[in-house]
């Protein structure tokens, strides 16, 4: 077990996140399966440990910042280390766009990955792989020429993309979003906001050799995309995967669909 590379995978109990736990499982890593609710994390694992002991499960609430001090502390005291983290926890809240909607949407799927990322990457070393999972929803195209530009700007800072992320959610609230150059889609703005985030990490903890990128799984029949996606969890998961097992010196800061490049 000691040669095993350690894998965190967030909302890892059902969809997506499952079954690239089991993939990981199947390339040989130790894989600490996490999601919100002790009951579903403790089922989802126990179904993955059946054929060993490589997968264990932990409660990780990405929207809790006690939730995720206390994970971080209990990885480091059982493992010291991790090689992989898989931010893949992530809502869409379809039927409504307002205020709340717009900001419980940014917090899980920015912000959460931001401080999970931020709680965890000290407990990485070169060559480790940070996975966020993100969609092409969140393309640039979904944004104004103006608000665009500001995206992309290759001086964006951690504390600029921040700032953009929290004045989406006040223009949702106030209704101007529109006039703005926002589209009416939280869950597009939190995955343009999370590519723009890898963009920065990738920047910040290059440093230390730790690999950022974004990943499109594809439109994959999930709770979240529904029956009638074209793609299974196994095919969606693999791109997912792809990035969570790249070689040290991989490129890093991108946005990927099957290993290829996406545009932001």
Known sequence: ?????????????????FETCRQLKELDMQVILTGREEAKVKKAAGLLSKE???????????????????FAEELRAKWGVIDVLVNNAGISISGRFDGPSARLTVETNFFGPLRVTDALSPLMQKGSRIVMVSSGMGQLSCLSHELRRRFESPNLTRDGII??????????????????????????????????????????????????????????????????????????????????????????????????????
């Open 163 to 264: 700032e953009l992320m929290q004045e989406f959610v006040r223009s949702a609230g106030d209704g101007t979003y529109s006039g703005k150059g926002w589209p009416s889609s939280a869950y597009s703005v939190s995955k343009a906001g999370l590519n723009m985030l890898t963009r920065i990490l990738s920047k910040e903890l290059s440093p230390k050799g730790i690999i950022v990128n974004a990943v499109h799984p594809g439109w994959v029949r999930t709770d979240m995309g529904g029956a009638s996606a074209p793609l299974d969890v196994r095919s969606g998961a693999k791109g997912i995967v792809w990035a969570a097992t790249l070689p040290p010196h991989a490129p890093g800061g991108g946005f990927f669909h099957d290993g290829k490049p996406m545009q932001w």
């Open 52 to 70: 060993g002991s490589s997968v264990s499960g932990a409660v990780l609430d990405v929207l809790d910042t006690a939730s995720i001090s206390r």
């Open 1 to 17: 077990m000691g040669n095993k590379e350690i894998a965190v995978v967030t909302g890892a109990n059902k969809g997506l996140g």
